[in-house]
């Protein structure tokens, strides 16, 4: 009779410890967060390298997610790649109403997403200087770099640098699409 109680009582404690303890606005969270990747993986060919966020006192604030492209892009591919990822990840966020009474803003916007592209040559290789490495949309801001390795160094060096607003991003790609 103990050994049956102690066969039972084994399975019972060991899944017990693995209920999920999060609470609601993390589920909802965790769930808009893989739709959005998993669809701009398909989408764009990416790869995500990175995610994280912030849900202080319940409300989600922020999304962050880094993505590994595969492929040398020009200042004007990343401008579109970067908008176009924020445009489809916004459109998941804000189309999904379970998670809307979690947002600390709705409509969501570029305000709360920190979205990072690193970019990589065909085989998976950092890009160096005059290469475009990396595009960071932070803070309604977007930023595209050059580095360059450094053997005195674990950590590149920037060489290049260049910033516009999310607003200036926009009207820049649109003007080069009415141009098409």
Known sequence: MISILKILLIPICFFGWFKDSRSIEEKNFDR???????Y?????????MGI????????VENFNIS?????ILDIDELRALILNIAKDFLAIVNSDE???????????????????IFVHDKNGYELEH????????CGSEIRYETLK????????????????????????LQEQQNLN
């Open 52 to 59: 994280g966020g912030g849900i202080p006192k319940g409300l």
């Open 67 to 71: 993505f590994q492209h595969k492929g």
């Open 98 to 116: 379970k998670i809307r009474p979690f947002l600390a803003k709705y409509p969501f916007t570029d305000e709360g997403l920190s979205l990072r």
């Open 40 to 48: 701009i993986e398909k989408k764009y060919k990416l790869e995500t």
């Open 32 to 38: 808009v967060m893989k739709e959005g990747i998993s």
């Open 149 to 172: 390795k450094l053997s005195s160094s674990p950590y590149p060096k920037t060489i290049t640098r260049k910033t516009e607003s999310y607003n200036e991003a926009v009207k820049i």
């Open 130 to 137: 005059p290469f475009f490495s990396i595009s960071c949309l």
